[in-house]
């Protein structure tokens, strides 16, 4: 495996990390048992980062991590799990809450279900307007001396939320949307973002020293080729009302997976592993943070750190992406 150290946390990280997400039941190929495999054989393949929220599959996700970590070890994973985003009576809509109460009653139920004392990276999963960052701020600096969480990250926040953020604590890493199709994109399924990735977050990242977790790497299967042949997803999988791969703004998104597709047939590798390496190629990229469903897709998207992409080929699928951003009307 291979590792990357950024200034804001002391350990090296896995280039590769696992999002939880689908665990949780809200894609179509959630199994427990094979979950629980994929959990073991990740980490035994050097993967140290695991990122999940207790709003994936209603709390499921986090306990299926800490049933997993029970047998694995808890010592041999920084987890990254998130805050700020929780579940109606009914679980029916998220409802965003930074407030010191809320983070503080979430927090428990997360070490909880983790079977855990502290989490590694306590990342705030979507800006609240409605409570200032300064009580934020100050509810994460008790858990930290608390021992509570390690170190603090933020998901989805602006530029300006950072920097705001920025004057009361340090911020160990910053999470957000990115891929070879998404660089500064403006909307992620109905969510608009207050954020252009490389635009504006790339910057802080550099000049603090910070980690960056891009999620959806692989555009939620596109860039791995799935779809492109007519296939769909079921009623129950959330990737059914994304925009892009099944509503109004697909169709420039797919014309461009299937110029991917060529270039990936043409240098004799798979898109997922082309995408990756994309990603991994960029200096601000800590930890790719990919949905597996299977073990199969671990170990083929580990593979993708056998070799790497020459310079050619990346400034050709920059300018697949430059296109899209010009016929899209955003910064791709």
């Keep these: 495996m291979e590792y990357k150290k950024v200034k804001t946390i002391k350990e090296p990280v896995s280039v590769l990390g696992i999002g939880c997400w689908n665990f949780g039941g809200d894609w179509d190929t959630s199994d427990e048992r094979q979950d629980l495999d994929i959990i073991r054989e990740a980490v035994e393949s050097g993967i140290n980062l695991f990122d999940v929220a207790p709003v994936y599959g209603f709390f499921f996700a986090e306990q299926l991590l800490g049933k997993a970590l029970k047998e694995i070890g808890r010592h041999k994973v920084l987890i990254a799990s998130k805050g700020g985003l929780s579940w109606n009576q009914d679980k029916t809509r998220y409802t965003r809450d930074l407030s010191a109460a809320g983070l503080r009653k979430e927090i428990e139920g997360s070490l909880k279900r983790l079977g855990t004392d502290y989490i590694d990276i306590y990342q705030m999963h979507w800006p609240d307007h409605h409570t200032p960052v300064e009580e934020t701020a100050g509810v994460l600096s008790e858990f930290l001396k608390e021992g ?64 960056f977790f891009p999620y959806s790497p692989l555009m939620q299967g596109l860039l791995a080729g799935k779809f492109l042949d007519g296939a769909a997803v079921s009623g129950k999988d959330i990737r059914k009302d994304n925009l892009k791969l099944f509503g ?30 994309w990603l991994r190629q960029k200096e601000e990229v800590t930890s790719i943070i990919g949905g597996v469903s299977s073990l199969k897709q671990l170990r083929a998207n580990i593979k993708a750190l056998e070799w790497t992409l020459e310079d050619e080929i990346v400034k050709e699928l920059d300018g697949i992406g430059e296109h899209l951003q010009k016929i899209t009307g955003t910064l791709s």
């Design 148 to 211: 509570k969480i390690r170190y603090v990250g933020l998901s989805n926040h602006s530029k300006k939320d950072t920097e705001e953020f920025l004057k009361y604590l340090e911020v160990g890493s910053l999470q957000a949307l990115y891929n070879m199709f998404e660089r500064n994109s403006d909307i992620y399924f109905d969510n608009q973002l207050e954020y252009r990735t490389e635009k504006e977050l790339f910057p802080i990242v550099k000049e603090r020293g910070m980690a």
């Design 248 to 277: 109004s703004l697909k169709q420039p998104y797919y014309e461009a997976a299937l110029k991917v597709r060529d270039i990936a047939e043409k240098i004799g590798h798979p898109m997922n592993e082309v995408a990756l390496n």
